[in-house]
């Protein structure tokens, strides 16, 4: 199987990954729920913590647990899936995930249909956005354009992807000849989509995951297990690895 997808990769000229939490849990980056587990942060509802009617009722804590995780993100390192991702040149990379190892990683084409957690915006109109410090997280502070406040660039519960990352995802997975889904089990719409849009745009489907998922009916090929063992045994040079 590894070889029959070695092949449609070799044979290919545009590759386009489409990532999910999966590929990022072997950093040991915690899912939302388990970033929730144990300590403080357990008796909050979700919704709370991550939506923009949790962020108007209490922008203090929405503060203070966007800085947790913030802080577990930058002590992860990238692994071996997002580092082969990032030798092999001229790929797109679409993402459901909000950290930053892919650009760790060194990777320079990345959509964020969620939006990243390693910048701050404008939670009025006035468009202001910047980065932050991810090992020294800062405390909840105003917007410097307009006094508005600063909240994380994520999509939250109950609001629209981004639309200029949307439509770029939906043109390169329109427009390329293999789509590689790297552990995400294609359940949260409308960002699963983007594998039937590609497929029914003529692209092969390769699908890397620890089981089986929605998506599996649209691979052309699948294979279960590690995103940080697989990936790097499917774009790798054999001659290479060592
Ligand atoms: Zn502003």
């Not at 992860?76 to 040149?89: C, I």
């Not at 770029?168 to 594998?195: F, K, N, Q």
Request: proline letters at 5%; glycine letters at 8%.
């Amino acid at each position: 199987m590894i070889e029959q997808a070695r092949r449609i990769i070799a044979q290919a000229g545009r590759v386009v990954s489409f990532s999910g939490a999966g590929l990022s849990a072997e950093s040991g980056i915690p899912t939302f729920r388990d970033a929730q587990t144990g300590g403080l942060w357990e008796k909050h509802d979700p919704m709370r913590l991550a939506s923009p009617q949790g962020f108007a009722a209490d922008p203090q804590l929405v503060s203070e647990w966007y800085a947790h995780r913030r802080r577990a993100i930058a002590e992860a390192q990238p692994n071996g899936a997002h580092l082969a991702l990032s030798r092999r040149s001229n790929m797109i990379h679409v993402t459901q995930n909000v950290d930053d190892l892919l650009h760790r990683a060194g990777t320079e084409h990345v959509i964020q249909l969620h939006g990243t957690i390693a910048h701050d915006r404008c939670n009025g109109d006035c468009g202001f956005r910047e980065a932050v410090d991810m090992t020294d997280p800062p405390a909840l502070r105003s917007c410097p354009q307009c006094g508005d406040q600063l909240r994380p660039a994520v999509v939250w519960f109950g609001e629209a992807l981004p639309s200029d990352a949307w439509e770029e995802a939906e043109r390169v997975c329109s427009e390329c000849e293999v789509l590689l889904v790297i552990g995400t089990s294609a359940a949260v719409y409308p960002a699963a989509g983007l594998i039937g849009l590609a497929k029914s745009a003529g692209a092969k489907i390769i699908i890397v995951n620890t089981q089986s998922s929605d998506a599996s009916s649209l691979a052309d090929v699948e294979l279960l297990g590690k995103a940080s063992e697989v990936v790097p045994a499917l774009l790798d040079d054999p001659s290479t690895i060592s």
